[in-house]
């Protein structure tokens, strides 16, 4: 029973931590082989070797961090004014009957446009600074959050509710103790997606009309015939996404203990 108990243990170890890193060392390894042997064009695809010698040298020249403060100052705008407009409305449209019935022919109508077809109007009437930027950021991760949002406060177990007027709460109490805390773990939902639909933007709005940011980096590499630094820019955008991700998951956990369900995910 203890071998057994072990032999569960030491193959829960190697899935749970030894396979996620394995696995990509093996690719990486397979990858530089067929680099070596030239099977792959570098002109192309160069070898993981290279990418990092070219990704060390930007680093340790600070030319990947002048640009990743660019766009994470972009993001985080962007992202905190998208997120707050959603949650808000979100709230008085999961609400408020009246207000969601207004509003629902409008949402219906402008969620699906993709953000990349609004970056030339925002230039337009925004210019090319970085407050059509920071626009474009913010509408995209606008929807995320107030469609889950939307979501959250509508699900929420009617009897719960029906408890607290039986308690006479307040209608704030209500909202603060019952409503929220229940919409959380949708809310947390549609805020990770958020985030990771600023990178989305961002990357897209740098691409058309900036001089410094990651998207810039990506598209002048292009530009020079540069895809080891185009690499480079792409991996730092993967690799930041995920910190943001990382980041956001621990929150959520630490905010949502009572939720089982959620804290095992």
Request: hydrophobic letters at 55%.
């Amino acid at each position: 029973m203890i071998n057994q108990k072990k032999k569960v243990g030491n193959s829960g170890v190697f899935t749970e931590l030894v396979l996620p890193v394995l696995f990509p060392l093996l690719l990486l390894f397979v990858w530089e082989t067929l680099s070596a042997r030239r099977i792959i064009n570098p002109a192309i695809l160069p070898a993981p070797s290279s990418i990092f010698s070219t990704c060390w040298s930007m680093l340790a020249s600070g030319e990947i961090a002048r640009h990743m403060r660019m766009s994470a100052f972009r993001v985080c705008s962007g992202f905190l004014l998208g997120s707050a407009g959603g949650l808000v409305l979100g709230i008085l449209i999961g609400l408020f009957h009246k207000i969601d019935r207004a509003l629902t022919l409008i949402i219906g109508v402008l969620r699906p446009i993709p953000m990349i077809a609004l970056i030339p109007l925002f230039i337009l009437w925004m210019g090319i600074d970085e407050t059509s930027k920071i626009a474009v950021i913010t509408v995209g991760s606008f929807w995320s959050v107030l469609i889950n949002t939307i979501y959250g406060i509508k699900s929420v177990d009617k009897k719960l509710v029906e408890v607290a007027f039986i308690l006479k709460k307040s209608r704030t109490e209500t909202l603060l103790k019952i409503v929220l805390p229940a919409a959380l773990p949708s809310i947390f939902a549609g805020i990770r997606l958020g985030a990771s639909n600023a990178w989305a933007c961002v990357v897209a709005a740098e691409m058309i009309a900036a001089s410094s940011g990651i998207g810039y980096l990506v598209m002048f590499a292009r530009e020079v015939s540069q895809p080891d630094v185009m690499l480079v820019g792409i991996l730092m955008i993967g690799l930041f996404g995920l910190l943001i991700d990382f980041l956001l998951v621990h929150l959520e956990k630490r905010l949502l203990r009572w939720n089982e369900t959620e804290t095992k995910d």
